[in-house]
């Protein structure tokens, strides 16, 4: 009776074993199929035979996929940079008069620029769209004038609001200045906006901007995926 090797099962036989010198090397030549993992070596555009347990290496892209079954495979090393973008708001913004409200930071400028190639987030009409779905780590921050009574800020994210830093502010000589900082998972084409939500404005004021330091700000960074 045959027997086999301990470490991956391969199938050999015994001097008692009647000589069927066929039937053992498709015995063999089988177990090692299932076992040994193949690799393909071509740009993301090749076409081939695949199976489960290939890995493929693209020339293009840099990136590895193993497959799991003859027509489906997984990512498992990808070089591109992780999609990051951080924006400001160059000079001051206006709100309008009234005693309560939201006014959304509409960022104007890049602190740097983006990064991820095709997956970098964008900036448009204010706010932050990002192209990759996954876990991103945002943070914020807001400057606002020392008159307002009370101002909390807010991230819309996906459709969804969070809270942020909040406070009653009771004048002084310092802007205050509020931070978020959270990670939130979110899908493609998601916006991420920044809010402030204000009462008891003495007439109109300023979230204030511009590039000496850098006074409101958001950070949008790809942490990971979600699963």
């Known amino acids: ?3 086999t090797t301990p470490n991956f099962q391969l199938p050999y036989p015994q001097r008692r074993d009647a000589p069927n010198p066929p039937t053992d090397f498709l015995n063999l030549a089988s177990k090692l199929d299932n076992v040994i993992t193949g690799y393909h070596i071509g740009p993301s555009t090749d076409t ?36 990051y973008i951080a924006v400001y708001l160059t000079t001051p913004q206006s709100t309008t008069s009234g005693t ?11 602190i740097g620029s983006a990064l991820g190639g095709s997956t970098a987030p964008t900036l448009g009409g204010g706010v932050v769209t990002v192209s990759r779905p996954g876990l991103y780590r945002i943070n914020a921050v807001v400057e606002i004038p020392n008159s307002i009574d009370s101002v909390a ?6 459709g ?28 493609g084409t998601n916006t991420v906006a920044t809010k402030v939500v204000w009462s008891n404005a003495a007439g109109s004021w300023n979230v204030h901007g511009g590039t000496s330091p850098y006074c409101t700000y958001m950070t949008v960074a790809y942490a990971g995926p979600t699963s």
């Open 48 to 83: 081939f035979t695949a199976f489960a347990g290939l890995l493929w290496y693209q020339t293009d892209t840099k990136k590895v996929y193993m497959y799991t079954s003859p027509t489906a495979n997984a990512l498992l090393i990808d070089p591109t940079p992780a999609p």
């Open 153 to 158: 800020l807010r991230i819309d994210a996906g």
């Open 160 to 187: 969804v609001s969070y809270g942020g830093g909040a406070g009653q502010l009771f004048g002084g000589t310092q802007n205050p200045r509020m931070t978020f900082s959270a990670d939130i998972p979110l899908a």
């Open 1 to 3: 009776m045959a027997s």
């Open 100 to 110: 309560t409200g939201v006014t959304t930071v509409g960022y104007n400028g890049y």
